[in-house]
């Protein structure tokens, strides 16, 4: 076996000296709230105020992917430091008739009637 990495590359990559960016991690999370235009979700790390998150929610038979903005975010204690969640107010943007009705049919599901 040979020391020397091949290199694959299709095109060649120049250094860029630190340029920024940011990257897409899927963390669980746990829906508090939910209406058409937005849910209070609990994660374990915070969400960035305003930042854009693609949201996927289980509404029974069906899953969606929304796009949530974060209008707020704050830490909850669960009675103890270690039990410590962050509570998020997410609005959702860019919604389809069809998601808005997926989830005003779901929430119908959970209210008693």
Do not use: W
């Not at 992917?65 to 943007?93: P, Q």
Request: charged fraction near 25%.
């Amino acid at each position: 076996m040979s020391s020397d990495p091949v290199d694959r590359r299709q095109d060649a990559r120049p250094a860029v000296g630190g340029l920024p960016g940011d990257i897409t991690v899927k963390e669980a999370l746990r829906v508090r709230d939910l209406s058409p235009s937005g849910a209070m979700v609990e994660t374990t790390v915070p969400l960035e105020l305003n930042s854009l998150h693609d949201v996927r929610l289980d509404l029974g038979p069906r899953t969606v992917v929304i796009k949530g903005r974060v209008t707020h975010c704050a830490r909850h204690h669960n009675g103890s430091e270690a039990d410590a969640v962050y509570l998020s107010g997410l609005e959702f943007v860019e919604l389809s008739l069809a998601v808005r009705q997926a989830i005003t049919q779901f929430l119908k599901t959970m209210t008693p009637h």
